[in-house]
């Protein structure tokens, strides 16, 4: 079956530890992304890839690094400059037609101890 | 989401239907989509309008777009409990070099008996 699996579903980090959430998709798909998601908000855009090899800031990276070095693999590090980590982060990937059409994974619930 | 607008909740009964509405500011968005998303998942594409369409129509759902006044809505018939969830609004925006999806906040919708 095609789709986007992210994995762990709950990680948890304590303070000043550097964390890889993993994403992985088998839709062909050459668009990835990494949303955050925290209570009562909507998501928000922190890295994006359009191609292999090539990625671009979001709206609030600062404190977050990606890498793309294969097609179906966008991992995303919360590193120990981001102030805030606890929150809920979704992966996705869309198609390339003018459409947009994104499909998300099911999310990684990340918790500070 | 910093530019689409959306209530937080939505109470109806089952049976009824139900009518969750946005607005979005950026005219020129080609696209608009509605996605839902279950507790402790990720987001699912239930639907999406392209701007020169008023009304789109998919089994119990109708999407009605009033592009001037930049409103949005999504109509589920003979709503089921099944479709407790929260549903995102989104416009897809140009920036500069990407397509960029802007989310709002979500309605959470609470169907009871």
């Known amino acids: 079956d095609g789709g986007i699996t992210q994995s762990p579903k709950y990680l948890f980090r304590k303070e000043g530890q550097n964390v890889t959430l993993s994403c992985e998709q088998n839709?062909?798909?050459?668009?990835m992304y990494w949303y955050r998601q925290d209570p009562g908000q909507g998501l928000r855009l922190i890295y994006y890839?359009?191609?292999?090899?090539?990625?671009q800031k979001g709206d609030i990276a600062e404190g977050y690094s990606v890498s793309r070095e294969k097609k179906e693999s966008f991992p995303l590090t919360v590193t120990s400059a981001q102030k805030n980590p606890t929150a809920f982060y979704l992966c996705a990937s869309s198609t390339s037609g003018t459409a947009l059409e994104a499909f998300f994974g099911q999310g990684t619930r990340l918790t500070v101890v | 989401g910093e530019d689409v607008e959306q209530s937080l909740f939505l109470s109806v009964r089952e049976g009824d239907s139900s009518v969750i509405n946005c607005t979005y500011t950026d005219s020129s968005s080609t696209y608009l989509y509605w996605y839902k998303q279950e507790p402790g998942a990720g987001l699912q594409l239930l639907t999406y309008?392209?701007?020169?369409?008023d009304m789109k129509q998919d089994q119990r759902l109708t999407v009605l777009l009033n592009k001037k006044d930049k409103h949005l809505s999504l109509r589920i018939a003979d709503t089921q409990t099944g479709d407790s969830a929260i549903y995102f609004c989104a416009e897809r925006r140009w920036a500069g070099g990407y397509n960029k999806l802007i989310f709002g906040a979500g309605t959470r919708l609470a169907v009871h008996p």
């Open positions: 839709l062909n798909h050459d668009a």
């Open positions: 309008i392209f701007s020169n369409m």
């Open positions: 890839s359009q191609i292999v090899n090539d990625f």
